[in-house]
């Protein structure tokens, strides 16, 4: 860092959110003593809803308290665009300590998307912090109910990185809650959930420059294999077995969730042969231009012609597209290009369409939606 004072290395950011009442407050009280979150900064909303008196060391000083953690906590003001900057200026200007990562604690039901555009596409503020994961906080007595009246929970379940299955110990119903485990693990398969008592390394590590070290956690996080399992178990929901073959390539798979949830389904695309990196843009543009408001998350491996070493890792929540990370190695045998969405209210087979267009294959007949041959 000392040889490049003009340009920092990127601090890491955590988007911590989740459903009114879920144990927000409690859990950043937790993780602020935790040795891996020494030097962190946190964003809040309100001072007022974070109980953390018995963390001050001194008074509230223009927004700003200093935690006896070494940690330093600020209102959000005006708007996050401006607390940023402001932030930091003072870090630049030597009035805050260096902090080793940023963690913004997002008001109850506040949908995730607008705040990871900030983050992704603000020139400045994308080159001074690096987003480390989406941390959702599931309340499991009543993680159902909101799921069902609250549209924008089921984003901030779709949009994470990692789940925080709060309050099981005094969920009643063993059954409700793994229902509900059931359900999260449909919104966003492949997801991990943990337990509020889960190490700081657990929770706060999820981003893609991890994922990007440790194939198996790529694999995890990509979750094409937790899609094409789940798909066994739903054979008869669309008719026949003709998405069976998923090892010819060019299958993609589907499963439907929770009927509250009708019209959200996840499914995979594949190609066997490498993609040029511009056909995939714009396949991408084509698909967000065409369809943006239906797609809740889109996360892949392409396998490009112009790096054959290594694949593009793409990750996209709603219509925002993170910075695509260039992978030194494949972490598998599996050289294809695989793609998982989820969307909703979008049939299957127009995407599968599109994807074939761009892939110059021909498109599936109409009865053949699960079978790209």
């Given at each position: 860092m000392s040889e490049?004072?003009?340009?920092?290395?990127?601090?890491?950011?955590?988007?911590?959110?989740?459903?009114?009442?879920?144990?927000?407050?409690?859990?950043?009280?937790?993780?602020?003593?935790?040795?891996?979150?020494?030097?962190?900064?946190?964003?809040?909303?309100?001072?007022?809803?974070?109980?953390?008196?018995?963390?001050?060391?001194?008074?509230?000083?223009?927004?700003?308290?200093?935690?006896?953690?070494?940690?330093?906590?600020?209102?959000?003001?005006?708007?996050?665009?401006?607390?940023?900057?402001?932030?930091?200026?003072?870090?630049?200007?030597?009035?805050?300590?260096?902090?080793?990562?940023?963690?913004?604690?997002?008001?109850?039901?506040?949908?995730?998307?607008?705040?990871?555009?900030?983050?992704?596409?603000?020139?400045?503020?994308?080159?001074?912090?690096?987003?480390?994961?989406?941390?959702?906080?599931?309340?499991?007595?009543?993680?159902?109910?909101?799921?069902?009246?609250?549209?924008?929970?089921?984003?901030?379940?779709?949009?994470?990185?990692?789940?925080?299955?709060?309050?099981?110990?005094?969920?009643?119903?063993?059954?409700?809650?793994?229902?509900?485990?059931?359900?999260?693990?449909?919104?966003?398969?492949?997801?991990d959930i943990l337990a509020p008592d889960a190490p700081a390394e657990a929770i706060v590590g999820a981003g893609l420059y991890d994922i990007a070290e440790r194939p198996d956690e790529l694999r995890r996080w990509l979750a094409a294999e937790a899609l094409a399992g789940h798909d066994h178990g739903h054979r008869h929901e669309h008719g026949g077995g003709h998405d069976h073959h998923h090892h010819d390539g060019h299958a993609h798979h589907h499963h439907d969730v929770n009927r509250h949830d009708a019209g959200i389904r996840a499914f995979t695309l594949a190609a066997d042969a490498p993609i040029r990196e511009a056909t995939f843009d714009l396949f991408w543009t084509l698909l967000r231009s065409t369809h943006g408001t239906k797609l809740l998350r889109l996360k892949g491996l392409v396998a490009l012609a112009e790096h054959p070493d290594g694949p593009l890792l793409v990750h996209a929540v709603q219509q925002i597209l993170h910075p695509p990370v260039l992978l030194p190695a494949w972490p598998d045998s599996d050289r294809r290009s695989r793609l998982v969405l989820i969307v909703k209210d979008l049939e299957e087979e127009s995407v599968a369409r599109l994807w074939s267009a761009f892939l110059g294959r021909p498109a599936p007949a109409r009865t053949e939606a699960h079978h790209l041959a």
């Open positions: 490049q004072p003009q340009r920092p290395a990127p601090i890491p950011l955590t988007l911590l959110t989740g459903f009114l009442g879920a144990g927000k407050t409690s859990l950043l009280n937790r993780l602020l003593k935790e040795p891996a979150l020494a030097e962190t900064v946190v964003l809040v909303n309100e001072f007022g809803e974070i109980g953390l008196d018995h963390l001050f060391v001194e008074g509230i000083e223009d927004g700003m308290i200093l935690l006896a953690s070494g940690c330093l906590c600020c209102t959000i003001r005006d708007d996050l665009i401006v607390t940023l900057e402001d932030l930091l200026r003072r870090l630049d200007n030597g009035r805050v300590a260096p902090f080793r990562r940023l963690v913004i604690e997002t008001t109850g039901l506040a949908d995730p998307a607008p705040i990871l555009n900030v983050l992704i596409n603000h020139p400045y503020l994308a080159m001074r912090f690096r987003l480390d994961g989406v941390v959702t906080l599931v309340d499991a007595v009543n993680g159902m109910a909101t799921l069902d009246d609250h549209p924008e929970a089921l984003r901030q379940v779709i949009a994470a990185d990692r789940l925080v299955l709060t309050k099981t110990d005094i969920a009643t119903d063993a059954g409700a809650v793994a229902a509900l485990r059931k359900r999260l693990g449909e919104l966003n398969p492949g997801i």
